[in-house]
Nanobody
């Protein structure tokens, strides 16, 4: 059983907003720090942001700060990524990831820091 499952991707127009979800199962969701990454074929996986276990603290990559928002609902074992003002360059496969003690790590953007990954949800933004 895959512990993380993303949903909410699809085809959208530039300027639209979109909310992606990531549902966890089989793991103690609230003890994990969570993150969102995205990947375009042929390129490295790109860190977007992370959130601590309680949801009180978030971190974002500089290039998405202000346009992306990460939140979580531990009662529903669900992580969210809200994206505003979508651009064609946001087209990618979006992945959620779970890791331990990411909060205390000097860097949060290294994929190998994360223990569990979802299978991804595709977002395509047309101009």
């Amino acid at each position: 059983q895959v512990p993380l499952v993303e949903s909410g991707g699809g085809f959208v127009q530039a300027g639209d907003s979109l909310r992606l979800s990531c549902v966890a199962s089989g793991i103690s969701f609230s003890v994990y720090d969570m993150a969102w990454f995205r990947q375009v074929p042929g390129k490295e996986r790109e860190f977007l942001g992370a959130i601590n276990g309680t949801g009180e603290t978030t971190w974002y990559a500089d290039n998405v700060q202000g346009r992306f928002a990460i939140s979580r609902n531990n009662a529903k074992n669900t992580l969210y990524l809200q994206i505003h003002s979508l651009k064609p360059e946001d087209t990618a496969d979006y992945y959620c990831a779970a890791g331990y003690h990411i909060t205390y790590a000097p860097r949060k953007d290294v994929p190998s820091q994360y223990l569990f990954w979802g299978q991804g949800t595709q977002v395509t933004v047309s101009s």
